[in-house]
């Protein structure tokens, strides 16, 4: 047995190339979530004087050189893991090992709180139908079933109801995966196009509406007590002086919610088919991520007025979707925009089950996990990685039902991903040094450097749940530095058992994994 096949676990990953340009396009956009980004994420934050869709614009602008890093490499090693095989290869096996098991927990964590969260989106959908329709029933589901974690403290009835809920569309997205990798695949394609479609319509309903806009939001306003004055007459779209200090303030809740993440493509490059898919699947993704976002933003300013706008987004209830529902009056219409908000959460969770899975099968090809992850079945499945991601899922669920608090703390656990972002940026730099691509390497630098900021800003700006007004989170210092632990240990326990067994697995790390 040569040393090659004695490193990795056998020649060929056994995935199939499957994966369309669609599917990989689809993949990226759901990683991006602009859907959920127009929901709540973002617009609440605003400051006077800053502009939501410049930011947005600017944000885009600064993903271009990260980009770059995720093409490039991309085309040079398709391979399943992506990233963590660019980080792994280039700088350390220890260091491109750790950083991706602490993203795959922390991502995690995210779509468990994601999945669990949907109930707000519901929540808020019934809500405003239900003042809309005047339907006493919607509004009592709203208040008494299906709460707004955010807005209230569930029982522990109504957590174990959006629990179960959540628990079963994740189960079934699971099942999916392992029955057909082709199936899970699809489901994203549906998923996205129906998303995207939604928050199209959604811009056209407020387009057509925009005559009247105030009257019909008025009962929004109205009947949930919202401290916010309807003008008389619609104001500018832009403040009387643009702050620029509190326009860049936005860019990281853009930075953190949106363009950067551009990994789930080149995660599963391994099962692409052809090579237009490699070239094109993320410009063609970012660039419709970042006029939907930007038009979105764009929209509602020139149709509230800015100043209505900077009133009404801290509500929290009023937004880009509910503000859409509320004027479509037709409630056909209404159920169809609310539905797209609904399912761009299912979304966000179906790219998350395939992408979780191709990083816990790239770690196991390299054995720094359990080999077994990285088994097949007939269908193309890594059947194994996912029922691991279900059972990791199920627990982390949990969580929001024993504790919002806690759950809410989670969400600061960010700063993981910009910190990742900052080691694939360093990665790039190194590749183009290697190769002497001056580009390659002038978008790592330029990409790494607004990282490192991005990750300061998570560490020490209260509304990123890190770091609190009296110190650091508790809860959030305790998961980010146990899952770094975790992750090396993870690493150096399995290198100490592979040794004993005569395999130094970072003799992978020297290696680009088969395909």
Do not use: C
């Not at 209230?152 to 959006?162: A, C």
């Not at 169809?336 to 196991?364: E, H, K, M």
């Not at 910190?419 to 002497?436: C, H, P, T």
């Amino acid at each position: 047995m040569s040393n090659k096949n004695r490193i990795f676990v056998r020649e060929t990953s056994g995935l199939i190339k499957n994966v369309s340009l669609w599917d990989a396009v689809a993949l990226n956009i759901g990683n991006m979530s602009a859907g959920v980004a127009l929901f709540e994420s973002i617009s609440p934050y605003i400051q006077q004087g800053g502009v939501l869709w410049l930011a947005s614009l600017i944000g885009f602008i600064f993903a271009i050189p990260q980009l770059l890093i995720y093409v490039s490499l991309t085309s040079k090693i398709p391979r399943t893991g992506g990233d963590y095989v660019w980080i792994s290869r280039s700088l350390n096996g220890g260091l491109g090992s750790t950083m991706a098991l602490a993203v795959m927990i922390e991502s995690t964590a995210y779509f468990a709180l994601v999945a669990f969260f949907t109930s707000s989106a519901i929540s808020t959908a019934l809500t405003v139908i239900g003042e809309y329709q005047h339907s006493p029933m919607l509004l009592s589901i709203a208040n008494n079933v299906i709460v707004d974690p955010y807005a209230v403290t569930p029982t522990l009835l109504q957590s174990l109801i959006i629990y179960g809920i959540s628990a079963l569309v994740f189960v079934i997205i699971i099942l999916l995966n392992i029955f057909r990798a082709k199936w899970g695949y699809r489901l994203v394609s549906v998923l996205g196009i129906f998303s995207m479609a939604t928050l199209v319509l959604a811009m056209i309903v407020l387009a057509l509406n925009s005559g009247d806009f105030y009257s019909k939001i008025s009962t929004l306003i109205t009947a949930n007590n919202l401290n916010v004055t309807i003008p008389s007459s619609r104001g500018a779209f832009l403040p009387s002086s643009i702050s620029w200090s509190a326009t860049l303030f936005l860019l990281p809740f853009f930075a953190l919610y949106t363009y950067p993440w551009m990994q789930a493509g080149p995660a599963v490059a391994a099962e692409f088919k052809g090579k237009k898919t490699i070239r094109w699947n993320l410009p063609i993704a970012l660039i419709i991520t970042g006029i939907l976002v930007t038009s979105a933003f764009l929209e509602m300013d020139l149709i509230g007025g800015y100043n209505f706008n900077l009133e009404a987004y801290p509500t929290f209830l009023y937004n880009f979707w509910t503000a859409a529902i509320a004027v479509a009056s037709n409630p056909i219409l209404q159920w169809i925009i609310a539905l797209g908000l609904i399912v761009w959460n299912i979304y966000i969770l179906a790219y998350g089950v395939i992408v979780f899975a191709r990083y816990v099968f790239a770690l196991s090809f390299d054995r720094v996990l359990p080999t077994k992850f990285s088994e097949v079945n007939k269908y193309g499945s890594p059947v194994y990685a996912h029922v691991f991601d279900l059972s990791l899922t199920l627990i982390l669920l949990l969580v929001p039902v024993f504790s919002i608090g806690a759950a809410l703390s989670l969400y600061g656990a960010t700063i993981l991903g910009s910190l990742y972002f900052l080691v694939v940026s360093v990665a790039g730099i190194a590749f183009g040094i290697k190769e002497k691509n001056y580009i390659l390497s002038t978008a790592g630098v330029i990409s790494a450097g607004y990282f490192a900021y991005l990750t300061y800003v998570a560490a020490t700006n209260p509304d990123f749940g890190f770091m609190t007004s009296s110190g650091p989170n508790l809860v959030t210092t305790i998961f980010v530095i146990g899952t770094l632990v975790v992750s090396a240990l993870v690493y150096v326990v399995s290198k100490i058992i592979h040794k004993r067994k005569g395999i130094d697995i970072d003799l992978a790390f020297k290696e680009i994994p088969p395909e």
